[in-house]
């Protein structure tokens, strides 16, 4: 059973296109994450939430809107796709930060979007 | 802004040497950090984790922070050509209830055999 999974594994679609990806976590995670992957590795955080709650919203444009329906999913839809969103998109899950300070992230196996 | 800035490398290492990674963070509010191994074309998998000044071994890995500094490194004793990655460190940041990991932009590893 796969801990974190996100759908689809791979986009290719033209500028100006809508799309969307799913994401879904078994770990009985509070708080998940969309994290974007560009072309040089860079990881940034995009948005968090936790228990279907907006935590995070990075400097990210509106564009992007995420949507968590229940503390297991947090999906994510791109408006009026740009060439610049071409990146890999990653989605986390993590159990509770406590007095510990843990914040482990446990990763989707992302989902690489191409815009054309 | 909060960072952590790792060499992008790439490092290359023999078979058998010890690989010595290293990355600075900006935030001194941090209290964990995290080493990542990634892959290419894969998703980023837990190496180390470390949350107090000093090392801490796990097999052929050893993970060392000092806050004081700000700095962590990980050490790859006997690298393997299998340990040839991307090394992502991390450290959380942000207030309580807004917390997320920082992620620098990796060291590419190659292990010459």
């Known amino acids: 059973d796969t801990a974190v999974s996100q759908t689809p594994k791979y986009l290719v679609t033209q500028m100006g296109n809508d799309k969307s990806i799913k994401c879904e976590q078994n770990l009985g995670h509070d708080t998940m994450y969309w994290y974007k992957q560009d072309s040089k590795k860079f990881l940034k955080i995009m948005f968090s939430?936790?228990?279907?709650?907006?935590?995070i919203n990075e400097t990210v444009p509106n564009r992007f809107s995420p949507k968590s329906p229940d503390k297991a999913h947090l999906n994510l839809h791109i408006n009026s796709l740009e060439l610049g969103d071409s990146a890999v998109y990653f989605c986390?899950?993590?159990?509770?930060?406590?007095?510990?300070?843990?914040?482990?992230?446990?990763f989707g196996e992302g989902s690489r979007l191409t815009v054309l | 802004q909060k960072e952590v800035e790792q060499n992008s490398g790439p490092l290359s290492v023999p078979e058998g040497a010890i690989a010595s990674l290293n990355c600075t963070y900006s935030d001194r509010g941090s209290q964990s950090f995290f080493w990542y191994r990634q892959y290419s074309g894969k998703s980023p998998e837990l190496i180390m984790s470390?949350?107090?000044?000093g090392d801490k071994e796990d097999g052929r890995f050893t993970a060392q922070l000092n806050k004081a500094s700000q700095y962590v490194s990980l050490l790859i004793r006997d690298s393997q050509p299998s340990d040839s990655a991307t090394y992502l460190c991390?450290?959380?940041?942000?207030?309580?209830?807004?917390?997320?990991?920082?992620f620098g932009s990796g060291t590419r590893l190659q292990v010459q055999p």
């Open positions: 470390i949350y107090s000044n």
């Open positions: 939430y936790n228990n279907k709650e907006l935590i």
């Open positions: 991390a450290a959380s940041s942000g207030d309580t209830g807004r917390r997320a990991l920082t």
């Open positions: 986390a899950s993590s159990p509770p930060w406590g007095r510990s300070n843990t914040g482990e992230l446990f």
